[in-house]
């Protein structure tokens, strides 16, 4: 038998998640407007930051890494490659194969994208928190990461 503290504490835990969740989807939201309408879905955005984080790759190994059918990768990779995003070079181990990397200017559309994002919310926790609140925002923080640390 469960107790009353053991549910009010599942409770509480609960209406927290909700609150977080919401919370970080406006967080997300804002950021996202501070670099103006992006037309890239989600999907290809995710391709980009794959091959930001592990380099160059192949679409097969992309649509592995994001769990894509090879055919949908080739599409979203197709839209990539048309906006100058992303460069092909054969595979030296294998030349049926395409290796694909960021360009000069997708490195430096994502630089000054996370620039913007950073100054718009730099600016706001200075002019909407105290000293004391920017405190406790970074307590909270540390708890966050926390939540998503292994």
């Known amino acids: 038998m ?9 409770a509480r835990a609960g209406a927290l998640a909700e609150d977080l969740r919401s919370l970080v989807g406006k967080l997300k ?7 103006g309408p992006e037309e890239l879905t989600p999907s290809q955005v995710s391709v980009l930051l794959r091959l930001e984080k592990d380099g160059p790759a192949t679409v097969s190994s992309l649509a592995r890494s994001e769990k894509m059918r090879p055919q949908s990768m080739s599409t979203a990779v197709a839209v990539l490659l048309d906006a100058g995003l992303v460069s092909g070079a054969p595979d030296p181990a294998d030349g049926r194969q395409t290796i694909l990397s960021l360009t000069k200017a997708c490195r430096e559309r994502i630089r ?3 620039a913007a994002r950073q100054d718009w919310l730099s600016r706001t926790i200075s002019a909407r928190l105290s000293p004391r609140e920017q405190d406790e925002l970074a307590a ?10 292994d």
Request: glycine share 4%; net charge positive.
């Open 140 to 149: 909270a923080v540390s708890l966050l990461k926390r939540l998503v640390d």
């Open 2 to 10: 469960i107790n009353s503290s053991d549910q009010r504490a599942s």
């Open 112 to 114: 000054v994208g996370r």
């Open 29 to 35: 939201r804002r950021l996202r407007e501070q670099t």
